[in-house]
Every structure is written in structure tokens, then in C-alpha cells.
């Protein structure tokens, strides 16, 4: 699909490109689709696993299934919200390690926030897009 996006990372701002997003993405004329977050649930109702990396592989599983459903791929990504319920420095390490895999280079624009808690007492990550598609 594959839209253009131009990305920037301005000097006035901190260069984000270096640990993998953009401060700023501009998404061209075209349809958004606006992906609910992704969390560590699976199709057939499987419980999510403790771990932090086990919870954001299948997170990323669900966002490339969200991807493949709009025939778009990670560079078609304009932004990214993470939601860790123990956001520090250790743990957004983990989730980054998985969700930099799933981007595969393509450096959306993305923030990542603390929450207290998410849709299940045993959820530790979810992630919600916005992708550009062509319909």
C-alpha cells in the first residue's frame, strides 16, 4: 500500500530517529485507519502469558494482523500510542525490543504511557495505531 509519509525529526527537537520514531509524521490525502489497541489476548481467548516480552510479540502479532487486514505494512503506520502499566526504563526497553522487530525500521510517530491498569487485571502492554491505507 504503502502511501507516502514524509517523517521528520527536526534539530529543535530531540533526534527520535536514533532510537527508532519520528517526532513528527505527515500523512498524505488518503484514508486513516484508526486500529483500537492490540494487547496480549489471542483469537482463540488464550490467557496472556506473564511476561512482559511474551505479552509484546503477541501484541505485535496482533498489530500485523491488523496490517495484513488493510493490506498495509508497518511503513504505512502514521502513529503509535504504547500503554504500559509499569512504564520505566527497564520495561520500555522489553516492549521496544518487540515492537521495534514489528516495525522492522519504519519509525512512525509514537509516545508511550504510564497507565495504571488496561482491559485485564493480567495485561501489562497495549498498542494502538493510526495507519495510512488507500481505498
Given at each position: ?75 504505512d503506520i502514521v ?20 515492537i521495534g522487530r ?34
Amino acid at each position: 500500500m504503502s502511501a507516502s509519509i514524509d517523517r521528520m525529526n527536526p534539530p529543535t527537537l530531540p533526534d527520535a530517529g536514533k532510537v527508532g520514531y519520528s517526532q513528527i509524521s505527515i500523512a498524505h490525502p488518503g484514508s486513516l485507519a484508526f486500529v483500537s489497541g492490540q494487547v496480549a489476548w489471542r483469537p482463540d481467548g488464550t490467557a496472556a502469558p506473564a511476561s512482559l516480552a511474551e505479552q509484546a510479540a503477541i501484541v505485535a502479532e496482533n498489530l500485523q494482523g491488523a496490517l495484513d487486514a488493510l493490506q498495509a505494512t508497518p511503513d504505512d503506520i502514521v502513529q503509535m500510542r504504547i500503554y504500559a502499566t509499569d512504564l520505566r526504563p527497564e520495561t520500555q526497553e522489553i516492549a521496544m525490543a518487540e515492537i521495534g522487530r514489528f516495525l522492522g525500521g519504519a519509525q512512525p510517530s509514537l509516545t508511550g504511557i504510564g497507565v495504571a491498569a488496561l482491559a485485564g487485571p493480567d495485561l501489562q502492554i497495549e498498542v494502538e495505531m493510526v495507519v495510512q491505507v488507500s481505498r
